[in-house]
């Protein structure tokens, strides 16, 4: 998911004299062929995110479309301030690739866990916050990120996830994408729990419980109309991240759900990691399934409230 | 340091009087300070006469057509100064002079702290200290890349450069050999808190920035002839960005306001205030 990502960048730069790439101090040899090619808009910066998200701005201040590439939790913790102001304030045309959205980095402790990237951003104004599913759906949105108006943070899942969006539905931003139908429940999925939530459906549907799932790559804006929509029929709602409860995808749904006086009133429930620092290490499914953002955790759940 | 250009005068401790010009923009500031009664006054003292060398003689702009794309940049990095700003914006016409009248309120577009989307001539929005040197970098790669001979003034504080995004980007500026970029620091010695040598030192100051890979030099930044003789010869090395520390009074021409961090910021500004600063302004040195 990365590589594509990164790889898109390149090739529309390669046609597109607007196009900058900065990062702070990647691992070795990546996008050399950018740096090769066209080295004066092929930054690399250094450990310093602050400045790198301001540069980032004053370029596109002066008209470039600048793709920021680090690690997730340095690109949204260490330099909010700037990214909220020079970028959110500016509404500019920068693009934050986040590497390891979630809990991808679990091996190397709670410093490295992005569990809070959508959290953080989701409070800044003019902000655009996308998390695919898979490569495919990376292939998707990339190229309308040239032209999206304003800031985006675009958050990469570990790699070689599975596939299981398909081109037949051309991707937008800001929409939301139906993957099953169902009328007995709703799971609605951001990023990488898109697996989980597909398997929780199969085998709800196996036990009896007809279970819709609708994945929602752009966090931010949110779809409302289509989320409202989408809950309306069913009377079981419940969310999954691969994120902290605290302000992500579940905390998003619930504003709506919380707004919307349904009547009779849904039965509602997250999944995603609880207020706490993950304390143990392992690989990113080990934390995932540790916390229950899984399809088991999913399956328990729905089979709870649809009681 | 050796260096360091030899076109300056040394900080003068008997600052010279302030001529017309300087005592009339100082003015302006009044008039902005009449209608809100409240505003950084002695930050934006203590820059008026960088701001009038830039605005008067150095930079190139087109008030009628402010985002004219072949135009030197200039950011006020140190937010909190923009009375100043504002002053010598609205006397060149980038706005109307009505809009001086409506500082903080509702229906104008001066706020406590510039923004680019409300202000013409205002090149990024500040206030926050400590962004304003990375956003020029970007403008300055933006015309080397395009090879454009635009050129970026960032305006600094002395208690703004406490923050390591400044230091980030000043070793970012020498990275890459800006030398179309220009930092100016006003150096009022002064910030909220105290004297910068007790909060914060800075020492020593000129020579941090040669570190860094700058070219640097220091002027009485209330001297608008050393001033602008500096700021003809940048850049003081063609393969490195230039560092002016300009050694300036806070609240420079109240006296009253001078070295007074009472008047760092100030609310409640007044009637007798306003009268008494005006009346202070009508004397001086003419030049």
């Known amino acids: ?9 390149y090739e529309f730069a390669k046609n597109d004299e607007r196009i900058f790439f900065m990062g702070s101090d990647l691992g070795f040899g990546t996008l050399n062929q950018f740096k090769e090619e066209i080295p004066g808009r092929f930054l690399m910066e250094g450990v310093n995110e602050a400045n790198i998200i301001g540069i980032a701005a004053g370029l596109a201040l002066e008209g470039r479309i600048v793709y920021v590439n680090t690690i997730a939790t340095f690109i949204t913790r260490r330099c909010f301030e700037q990214v909220v102001l020079d970028l959110g304030l500016h509404n500019v045309n920068v693009r934050l690739i986040g590497n390891g959205g979630g809990v991808v980095y679990a091996p190397l402790g709670p410093t490295h866990l992005a569990i809070d990237d959508i959290a953080i951003l989701r409070a800044i104004p003019n902000m655009t916050i996308v998390a695919p599913a898979d490569e495919a759906e990376m292939g998707r949105l990339m190229p309308l990120t040239v032209e999206h108006p304003g800031p985006m943070y675009i958050r990469l899942g570990k790699g070689n996830e599975p596939i299981l969006t ?21 799971i609605i999925t951001t990023g990488v729990t898109l697996k989980a939530s597909l398997d929780a459906a199969d085998t709800l549907k196996q036990q009896g419980i007809s279970t819709a799932v609708l994945h929602v790559p752009t966090v931010k804006p949110l779809d409302t109309t289509a989320l409202l929509e989408h809950m309306a029929s069913v009377p079981v709602v419940v969310t999954i991240e691969e994120h902290t409860l605290m302000g992500g ?38 934390v995932m399934a540790r916390y229950g953002i899984s399809a088991e955790k999913l399956v328990a759940v729905v089979e709870v409230l649809s009681q | 340091m050796s260096n360091s250009p030899t076109i300056a005068e040394p900080p003068n401790a008997d600052s010279p009087g302030l001529d017309r010009r300087s005592r009339a923009l100082r003015k302006i500031v009044v008039r902005i300070l009449e209608g809100s009664r409240r505003g950084h006054l002695g930050a934006a003292y203590s820059l008026i006469e960088i701001l009038r ?26 937010g909190h ?49 400590g962004h304003g040197l990375s956003i020029g970098i970007g403008f300055a ?43 100016l620091v006003d150096y009022n010695k002064h910030q909220s808190y105290g004297s ?9 100051f000129a020579d941090k920035w040669r570190a860094f890979g700058f070219a640097a030099t220091e002027v009485d930044g209330h001297d608008v002839e050393a001033l602008r003789s500096a700021l003809t010869q940048v850049p003081f090395e063609s393969d490195k960005p230039s560092a002016i520390i300009c050694h300036t009074i806070k609240g420079k021409g109240i006296s009253y306001a001078e070295n007074n961090l009472k008047w760092h910021h100030k609310n409640k500004i007044s009637d007798e205030e306003i009268q008494s600063m005006l009346a202070e302004l009508e004397v001086g040195v003419d030049a």
């Open chain 2, 141 to 183: 790669l933006n015309a080397r890349y395009a090879q454009t001979d635009s050129r970026t003034f960032v305006i600094l504080g002395d208690g703004e450069s406490n923050e390591g995004s400044v230091w980030e980007a000043a070793m970012c500026a020498g990275k890459h050999k800006l030398s179309n970029l220009t930092v």
């Open chain 2, 53 to 78: 060398v830039l605005y008067d003689d150095i930079l190139r702009y087109d008030p009628k057509n402010p985002k004219w794309s072949a135009r030197d940049r200039c950011i006020l990095s140190k």
């Open chain 1, 1 to 9: 998911m990365r590589k594509l990502c990164l790889e898109k960048v």
């Open chain 2, 196 to 204: 910068t040598f007790e909060v914060q030192d800075l020492e020593p």
């Open chain 1, 166 to 186: 398909t081109d037949d539905i051309p991707f937008a931003i800001g929409k939301v994408f139906p993957m099953r139908e169902g009328s007995d429940a709703l």
């Open chain 1, 249 to 286: 995808l579940g905390s998003a749904v619930a504003e709506i759900v919380a707004e919307a006086n349904f009547n009779p009133s849904k039965r509602f429930k997250r999944i995603g990691i609880p207020d706490v620092f993950p304390d143990k290490y392992g690989a990113q499914l080990d």
């Open chain 2, 81 to 129: 100064g923009c009375l100043a700003l504002y002053a010598i914006l609205a006397d060149k016409g980038f706005f109307p002079k009505t809009e001086l009248d409506k500082f903080c309120q509702e229906d104008g577009i001066l706020g406590g702290h510039p923004e680019a989307s409300k202000v013409p001539g205002v090149e990024a929005s500040t206030g926050s200290l």
